[in-house]
């Protein structure tokens, strides 16, 4: 009957290890492991739940048109966050603004923000899909704070992480003390701890990268993946192969298994729209390069590190790569190189 380490277990037995392993914090993770087993839920049930699936008839404020999951995800982990006296208030990619919460809940001393239903795209065709969260401060003695109060560099995070709802569904953890792997046991309804400390091979030969966009990338870009292409005759001296799931969580989860350098690069198509890539700085990118970064691996946005960036609003779009170290810091280079 023995299930292993719970996430609150490990959490409260490694409170040592964890800067804010206090009641608020070990209680706000806890309801973003409910918000995420009821996403899960949801997302496994598929076809065969009343209404998850399909197109909402609905646009956000990246201008994207939601899934009726984009809103529902959004609607849970809002619900399951904002009466709990943990959060402060709440950033969501589903939201225009912030999420200020109603007046009766109490406020607590935690940002919360989020990109509920990641690589969304694949649940009307069965492809694994997630969500992904990033905890900051919020400043002291702030009651009711501003979008402003979220535009904190990546490396305040106090906590990152996601949940991949694939063949099985997993929770993966840092609070800047290495990353950690759970996966759900859904007789039992909770995230057992599977992994430790899991970290990134410094080495790979698989790339991640929308292919389809090549003419639209900057010179470092195209260089790279060509090299990559004439694999060991090449000036890389290995073969590489290639793979895109369309869900950055589906694509960092590999990475954090078997190594692999994941782009989405700075494009003249974004561009043009005045936009710099397409992944979200406050719950994409710094969330990611911060589990990235905990597990020996790097994140930069070709040009610089992607959790030093000041932010200047809460939907900023930011190109990103990252992965095994020894090929972000080739691509970082080739950038750099001028
Ligand atoms: P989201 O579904 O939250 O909008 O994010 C989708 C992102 C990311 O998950 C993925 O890596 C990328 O978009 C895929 O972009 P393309 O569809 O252009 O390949
Ligand atoms: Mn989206
Ligand atoms: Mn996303
Ligand atoms: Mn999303």
Redo the contacts with the bound molecule.
């Keep these: 009957m023995h299930i292993g380490t719970t996430l609150t277990q490990f959490i409260i037995e490694k409170e040592h290890q964890h800067v804010e392993a206090t009641g608020a914090f070990t209680g706000l993770l806890n309801e973003i492991a409910t918000a995420c087993k009821i996403i899960s839920n949801g997302v496994n049930h598929g076809g065969l739940a009343e209404d998850v699936l399909g197109v909402a008839g609905t646009e956000n404020v990246?201008g994207?048109e939601q899934k009726k999951l984009d809103v529902l995800s959004n609607e849970v982990m809002i619900a399951r966050n904002q009466w709990g006296g943990h959060v402060a208030a709440m950033a969501s990619?589903e939201e225009d603004d912030i999420y200020n919460l109603p007046k009766e809940y109490p406020r607590g001393k935690y940002l919360l923000l989020f990109?509920p239903?990641?690589?969304?795209?694949n649940i009307d065709v069965n492809i694994s899909v997630g969500t992904i969260f990033s905890i900051l401060r919020c400043p002291e003695g702030i009651e009711e704070p501003t979008a402003d109060d979220f535009l904190q560099e990546g490396t305040t995070q106090v906590a990152a992480g996601y949940a991949l709802y694939g063949p099985s569904t997993e929770m993966v953890l840092t609070t800047g003390n290495g990353v950690h792997r759970f996966t759900l046991d859904p007789n039992v309804g909770e995230f057992i701890l599977t992994e430790e400390n899991v970290t990134i091979p410094e080495e790979t030969q698989e790339f991640a990268i929308?292919m389809s966009n090549q003419r639209f990338w900057e010179a470092p870009v195209k260089r790279y993946i060509d090299e990559c292409l004439q694999g060991k005759e090449g000036p890389l001296g290995k073969d590489f192969n290639m793979r895109?799931v369309?869900?950055?969580?589906a694509?960092v989860h590999r990475i954090l298994n078997r190594g692999g350098i994941f782009m989405?690069p700075l494009d003249s198509k974004t561009m043009a729209k005045g936009q710099a890539g397409?992944?979200r700085l406050m719950y994409?990118a710094n969330p990611m390069s911060f589990i990235v970064e905990q597990a020996g691996g790097a994140s930069t946005t070709g040009r610089e590190r992607i959790l030093s960036m000041k932010p200047e609003h809460i939907h900023q779009r930011v190109p990103v790569v990252l992965g095994s170290r020894t090929e972000v810091e080739r691509v970082t280079a080739y950038h750099n190189e001028g």
Excluded: F, H, P, T
Aim: glycine letters at 4%; proline letters at 0%; zero cysteines.
């Design positions: 990246q994207e990619e990109d239903l990641d690589g969304s795209s929308n895109w369309a869900s950055m969580v694509e989405y397409k992944l994409e």
